[in-house]
C-alpha cells in the first residue's frame, strides 16, 4: 500500500455526505409520502414493491460498478469517472422524482436515482483504502461515519421542512457539494497503484454478510414503516413532517454512539460492541412499539438512533478487517449486497403482515413490523459469535475461499 502523505479522510469522505443526504431524504420519508399521492389506499402495498425493486437495482449496480472500477484502477490509478458519472445521474433524476405526475414517472425516476448512486457509490467506498495507509485506518473510518450521519442529519432536515422542487435543490447542492470537495482532493493525490489480487468469498466474509443482511432488514424494516406507524398507529396528521423529525431525532443520536463505540470498537470485541447495541436496539423499539404517543416515541426514537450509531461503526471496523484490500471496490459491492438486499425482502416481508394486521385491529400493523425489528436485530448480532477472533486480523488474501 502506498505512503499516506497527502490524502485528508475529512475531504475524501465529503461525497459520503452528499449520498446519504439524498438517501436519508428520500427512503426515510419523501418515497413514502410520494408514493401516497398516486397509490391511495393501497399505498402500503405499492411502497413495498417499489422500494424492494429500487434496491434490487442497487445491488446489481453496486456489483458491476465494483469489478469494473477496480480494473479501472489497475488501468487509470483511480476511480473517479464512476464517481463524476454517477453524482452527475443522481442528481439530473432528483428534479424528475419530485415533479412527475404519475406513478410510473416516479419509478422511472427512483430506478434513475439507484443507478445513478450506486455507480458512484459503490466504487467510493473503496477510496478510503485507496488513499490511507493501513496505520490510518481508524480516523479515516472516523470521518465516514462523521460524514454519513451529518449527510443523513442534513437529508431530514430537508424532508422535515421543505417540499416539491425546493427539496430537489436542497438534496442536489448537498449531493454535488459533498462531490466537489471530495473530487478535488482526489484528483490531487498520486496514482493509487494496482494490487490485481482475485476476490476470494471467505467464510468470514459470508458470515459478516448475513449478520449485516438480518440487522439490515431490521433498520429497513424501521425505516420503511416508520412513516405508517406515525400516521396510522400515533394518528399524527402530518406524518410526513413527524417523520423526519423522528428520523433526524435517531440520526443526531447516532453521532453520539458512533463516539463512544469508537473507541471500545478498538479496545475491545467487536461482538461485543454489536451485541449491546443490538440489545439496546432491540429494547428501544420495543418502547417504540408500546409508544401511545409522540414524546414516548421521541425518546424512543434517541435511544434506537445512539445504539444504531455503535452498530455502525462496529460494523464498519469488522468488515475492514475481514475483506481483502486487494479487491476492495468488489469486495465492498458484495458486502453491500448485505445492504441491498434487505431493502428488498424488509418490505416484501412486513408489507402482507401490516396489511393483514392491520385489517384485523387499525393501527397495530406498524407496531408488529417494530417487533420484527427487535428479532432481526438480535439474530443478526448473534450470527457474528460463530466468528473465530483470528477472523479481524487477516492478512491481505488470507481465508479459506469457499
Same mark, same amino acid.
Given at each position: =500500500?502506498?505512503? +499516506?502523505?497527502?490524502?485528508?479522510?475529512?475531504?475524501?469522505? $465529503?461525497?459520503?455526505?452528499?449520498?446519504?443526504? !439524498?438517501?436519508?431524504?428520500?427512503?426515510? !420519508?419523501?418515497?413514502?409520502?410520494?408514493?401516497?399521492?398516486?397509490?391511495?389506499?393501497?399505498?402500503?402495498?405499492? %411502497?413495498?414493491?417499489?422500494?424492494?425493486?429500487?434496491?434490487?437495482?442497487?445491488?446489481?449496480?453496486?456489483?458491476?460498478?465494483?469489478?469494473?472500477?477496480?480494473?479501472?484502477? &489497475?488501468?487509470?490509478?483511480?476511480?473517479?469517472?464512476?464517481?463524476?458519472?454517477?453524482? &452527475?445521474?443522481?442528481?439530473?433524476?432528483?428534479?424528475?422524482?419530485?415533479?412527475?405526475?404519475? /406513478?410510473?414517472?416516479?419509478? $422511472?425516476?427512483?430506478?434513475?436515482?439507484?443507478?445513478?448512486?450506486?455507480?458512484?457509490?459503490?466504487?467510493?467506498?473503496?477510496?478510503?483504502?485507496?488513499? *490511507?495507509?493501513?496505520?490510518?485506518?481508524?480516523? &479515516?473510518?472516523?470521518? =465516514?461515519? *462523521?460524514?454519513?450521519?451529518?449527510?443523513?442529519?442534513?437529508?431530514?432536515?430537508?424532508?422535515?421542512?421543505?417540499?416539491?422542487?425546493?427539496?430537489?435543490? #436542497?438534496?442536489?447542492?448537498?449531493?454535488?457539494?459533498?462531490?466537489?470537495?471530495?473530487?478535488?482532493?482526489?484528483?490531487?493525490?498520486?496514482?493509487?497503484?494496482?494490487?490485481?489480487?482475485?476476490?476470494?468469498?471467505?467464510?468470514?466474509?459470508?458470515?459478516? =454478510? @448475513?449478520?449485516?443482511?438480518?440487522?439490515?432488514?431490521?433498520?429497513?424494516? /424501521?425505516?420503511?414503516?416508520?412513516?405508517?406507524?406515525?400516521?396510522?398507529? /400515533?394518528? *399524527?396528521?402530518?406524518?410526513?413532517?413527524?417523520?423526519?423529525?423522528?428520523?433526524?431525532?435517531?440520526? /443526531?443520536?447516532? !453521532?453520539?454512539?458512533?463516539?463512544?463505540?469508537?473507541?471500545?470498537?478498538?479496545? %475491545?470485541?467487536?461482538?461485543?460492541? @454489536?451485541? @449491546?447495541?443490538?440489545?439496546?436496539?432491540?429494547?428501544?423499539?420495543?418502547?417504540?412499539?408500546?409508544?401511545?404517543?409522540?414524546?414516548?416515541?421521541?425518546?424512543?426514537?434517541?435511544?434506537?438512533?445512539? #445504539?444504531?450509531?455503535?452498530?455502525?461503526?462496529?460494523?464498519?471496523?469488522?468488515? %475492514?478487517?475481514?475483506?481483502?484490500?486487494?479487491? =476492495?471496490?468488489? &469486495?465492498?459491492? @458484495?458486502?453491500?449486497?448485505? #445492504?441491498?438486499?434487505?431493502?428488498?425482502?424488509?418490505?416484501?416481508?412486513?408489507?402482507?403482515?401490516?396489511?393483514?394486521? +392491520?385489517?384485523?385491529?387499525?393501527?397495530?400493523?406498524?407496531?408488529?413490523?417494530?417487533?420484527?425489528?427487535?428479532?432481526?436485530?438480535?439474530?443478526?448480532?448473534?450470527?457474528?459469535?460463530?466468528?473465530?477472533?483470528?477472523?479481524?486480523?487477516?492478512?491481505?488474501?488470507?481465508?479459506?475461499? *469457499?
Amino acid at each position: =500500500m502506498r505512503a +499516506d502523505v497527502t490524502a485528508q479522510p475529512a475531504r475524501i469522505s $465529503a461525497l459520503w455526505f452528499g449520498i446519504q443526504a !439524498v438517501w436519508s431524504a428520500i427512503l426515510g !420519508v419523501f418515497l413514502q409520502s410520494r408514493v401516497s399521492e398516486f397509490a391511495g389506499a393501497g399505498d402500503v402495498r405499492a %411502497y413495498a414493491w417499489i422500494a424492494a425493486g429500487g434496491a434490487l437495482v442497487a445491488a446489481i449496480v453496486q456489483v458491476v460498478a465494483g469489478f469494473w472500477s477496480d480494473r479501472h484502477l &489497475a488501468v487509470r490509478g483511480h476511480r473517479r469517472f464512476f464517481y463524476i458519472a454517477g453524482i &452527475a445521474a443522481g442528481a439530473a433524476a432528483l428534479p424528475a422524482f419530485f415533479a412527475t405526475p404519475s /406513478l410510473f414517472g416516479l419509478i $422511472a425516476a427512483f430506478v434513475a436515482l439507484q443507478i445513478g448512486l450506486n455507480v458512484a457509490g459503490g466504487p467510493y467506498q473503496a477510496a478510503i483504502p485507496d488513499a *490511507v495507509g493501513e496505520e490510518h485506518s481508524g480516523s &479515516a473510518s472516523g470521518w =465516514m461515519s *462523521v460524514s454519513s450521519f451529518a449527510g443523513s442529519v442534513t437529508g431530514l432536515i430537508v424532508a422535515a421542512t421543505l417540499h416539491g422542487l425546493w427539496a430537489a435543490a #436542497a438534496l442536489v447542492a448537498a449531493l454535488l457539494g459533498g462531490a466537489v470537495v471530495a473530487l478535488n482532493h482526489l484528483r490531487t493525490l498520486p496514482a493509487t497503484p494496482a494490487r490485481n489480487a482475485p476476490l476470494r468469498v471467505t467464510r468470514p466474509m459470508l458470515t459478516i =454478510m @448475513i449478520s449485516r443482511a438480518a440487522i439490515n432488514v431490521g433498520f429497513y424494516t /424501521l425505516l420503511g414503516f416508520l412513516f405508517f406507524f406515525v400516521r396510522e398507529s /400515533l394518528h *399524527v396528521s402530518d406524518a410526513r413532517t413527524m417523520t423526519g423529525l423522528l428520523f433526524l431525532a435517531f440520526t /443526531l443520536a447516532g !453521532v453520539s454512539g458512533a463516539m463512544l463505540a469508537g473507541r471500545a470498537a478498538d479496545r %475491545y470485541d467487536k461482538r461485543i460492541v @454489536i451485541s @449491546i447495541a443490538a440489545v439496546a436496539i432491540g429494547v428501544a423499539v420495543g418502547a417504540f412499539a408500546l409508544a401511545p404517543n409522540e414524546p414516548v416515541a421521541f425518546a424512543a426514537a434517541i435511544a434506537s438512533g445512539c #445504539a444504531w450509531g455503535a452498530f455502525f461503526t462496529a460494523d464498519w471496523a469488522i468488515a %475492514y478487517a475481514v475483506l481483502p484490500r486487494g479487491a =476492495m471496490a468488489a &469486495a465492498m459491492g @458484495i458486502w453491500n449486497l448485505a #445492504a441491498a438486499l434487505p431493502q428488498i425482502v424488509a418490505p416484501a416481508i412486513t408489507a402482507p403482515l401490516v396489511t393483514a394486521v +392491520d385489517a384485523m385491529h387499525a393501527g397495530a400493523g406498524p407496531r408488529v413490523a417494530f417487533a420484527l425489528v427487535i428479532v432481526e436485530f438480535i439474530a443478526g448480532a448473534a450470527l457474528l459469535w460463530t466468528l473465530r477472533r483470528e477472523a479481524f486480523a487477516q492478512p491481505e488474501g488470507a481465508g479459506a475461499a *469457499v
